[in-house]
């Protein structure tokens, strides 16, 4: 019976040979499948926009000044103004920060896009656009949501509706000028539309102009952009994107080294800036004490008619000359402590950073500073992104409060510790002074005027010393980075891929073919069951 035809039939084994006698059988459709997705692949590729991989390199410089011993010695452990030890790690998190990205949306204003619709390809403008739109009043700095504007120019009319991103579009603005140059209303302020050079009143122009927030731009920049070390036991760091402008692939990269390296000098001018009006106010102190001492000795010498005393004590002087090194280096460590000590107590400097490299040597102290520098700079960056009343700043000023008041029970520690040793120093130096009883009484005197007048001086000369590495690193202008290889395309695009085109025309080729010989084959058997 029929019915028992069909169940026959359904139960025949596969015959590899009959299959490949039925392919050569419809050769010809493989032929004409193969035909129409070729000709599907060459669609796709001369519709696609080809996109492009960039790359650049940069080195992170390890630098390190020619300071004197004495700078060497005070400055290897502080950071503060030690332009060397760079922590690669650190410089590649600065590379890809948040502001950095915003820097380089602001240079090159990658917040507005501009798209001439034309069919079969829409043209993406990057510097070539052939009008304008920009807000009278800047509104990216805070702008939350995306804005669109459709363009419409031909001859004698140019039409523009401008719509806020949501769910659905939302029109907020619609004008119409004879020219495309004119001022469009909208709820988020006004802004203006004008031709550029590149404006030809000859042609009709469909454009969508698309203006986001700095922030939303950087976001989406952030996310495009990949950077990463080279090589961990290399200072190389890597930078790459891909972009469909060849010339915006390159400013892109360019632009974020360019505002990384602009960061770089800006912190380190202001620590120059700040260790600098601190040295100028000791510089001051220290010199009008010196010029009383000069004073005194000359007042000294006239009334006691005194000559050169210190060639008659020099043997003395042979003798003691460790106990006198022993106490310069007490009583300069006190001074800097003293001055410490009335910097952290003065309000004026509450919230502003205390130099380091000053010649303290406790570690102790020398941690709370560094940790008490770190908070304050914290609060600088929150300040710069909110206003003084926010909570966070409160509990952040509660926080650097109690901070100062542990670093000055601890600098007053030091100090007492410094007061106890210059003490017993002083009563060895009176032993010694003991061994000049024979001599006259001016001369004692004498040498107390002059040792105070010694002290001040090289306390003195290492300000100064300071203070010129300041006012260089303030001058200068290179950067912690060195551009390696500044920012270049790729030979070959991302996509699209000759050979994925490839394996999608063979795979349409067989889909196609198989599915045309399994629907007619089909179609043939139940006519034959049929009859």
């Keep these: 019976t029929v019915m028992n035809k069909k169940i026959s039939n359904n139960n025949v084994p596969l015959n590899i040979n009959s299959i490949l006698k039925m392919g050569l059988r419809y050769w010809y459709i493989f ?18 926009r080809p996109v492009l991989k960039f790359m650049a390199n940069i080195i992170i410089k390890e630098e390190g000044g020619n300071k004197s011993a004495i700078s060497t010695m005070m400055l290897k452990s502080f950071p503060f103004g030690n332009l060397g030890s760079v922590k690669v790690n650190d410089e590649l998190l600065l590379l890809n920060t948040f502001t950095t990205y915003r820097e380089a949306v602001k240079q090159l204003n990658l917040n507005t896009t501009y798209t001439i619709k034309k069919f079969p390809k829409n043209i993406y ?23 669109y504007f459709k363009v419409k ?7 523009i509706k401008v719509y806020k991103s949501g769910i659905l579009k939302k029109l907020i603005g619609e004008t119409t000028f004879t020219s495309p140059c004119g001022e469009i209303s909208t709820l988020y302020g006004n802004f203006t539309i004008s031709p550029t050079s590149y404006y030809n009143p000859e042609k009709n122009y469909n454009i969508k102009v698309e203006y986001k927030g700095y922030d939303l731009a950087a976001e989406l920049l952030q996310k495009k952009v990949e950077v990463d070390l080279i090589s961990k036991k290399a200072n ?36 120059a800036s700040d260790k600098l009006t601190f040295l100028d106010e000791r510089l001051n102190i220290v010199q009008k004490e010196l010029s009383n001492l000069e004073i005194d000795i000359e007042l000294y010498k006239k009334q006691h008619k005194l000559a050169d005393i210190g060639a008659e004590l020099k043997a003395i002087y042979t003798n003691n000359g460790l106990l006198k ?3 310069l280096e007490i009583e300069t460590q006190y001074v800097v402590i003293e001055y410490m000590e009335n910097f952290i107590m003065d309000p004026k400097n509450q919230y502003s950073l205390i130099p380091l490299n000053i ?11 560094q940790q008490y520098n770190d908070a304050l700079l914290e609060r600088m960056k929150l300040l710069k992104s909110t206003n003084i009343n926010n909570p966070a700043i409160e509990i952040g000023n509660e926080q650097l409060n109690a901070m100062r008041l542990n670093l000055l029970n601890t600098v007053k520690g ?7 040793t210059r003490d017993k120093l002083m009563e060895q130096d009176e032993f010694y002074e003991m061994r000049l009883k024979d001599a006259p009484t001016q001369e004692r005197e004498f040498t107390n005027i002059q ?7 090289e306390l003195y000369i290492y300000l100064l010393q300071q203070r010129e590495e300041s006012c260089l690193t303030l001058s200068s202008n290179t950067p912690n980075s060195q551009i390696v290889d500044a920012a270049y395309c790729l030979s070959k695009p991302v996509s699209p891929r000759l050979l994925v085109i490839f394996i999608m025309i063979i795979f349409l080729t067989c889909t196609m073919s198989i599915g045309y010989i399994l629907i007619k084959e089909h179609n043939h058997r139940n006519e034959s069951l049929n009859d």
């Design 125 to 147: 403008c990057y510097n070539n656009e052939p009008v304008e739109i920009k807000p009278i009043a800047n509104i990216a700095d805070t702008l939350k949501s995306i804005l």
């Design 359 to 369: 010649g303290l040597n406790d570690p102790k102290a020398i941690e709370g500073l």
């Design 325 to 327: 090194k022993q106490q």
């Design 31 to 48: 032929i004409i499948s193969g035909i129409i997705s070729v000709g599907i692949g060459g669609i796709y590729f001369k519709m696609s």
């Design 236 to 271: 190389l760091i890597n930078l790459s994107t891909t972009e469909y402008n060849f010339e915006k692939g390159k400013d892109i990269l360019n632009s974020l080294i360019k505002a990384y390296n602009s960061r770089g000098l800006e912190q380190r001018h202001k620590e």
């Design 451 to 457: 040792r105070q007048m010694y002290l001040k001086q």
């Design 414 to 420: 030091i100090k007492n510790g410094l007061k106890v």
């Design 153 to 159: 120019i031909s001859s004698n009319k140019c039409n």
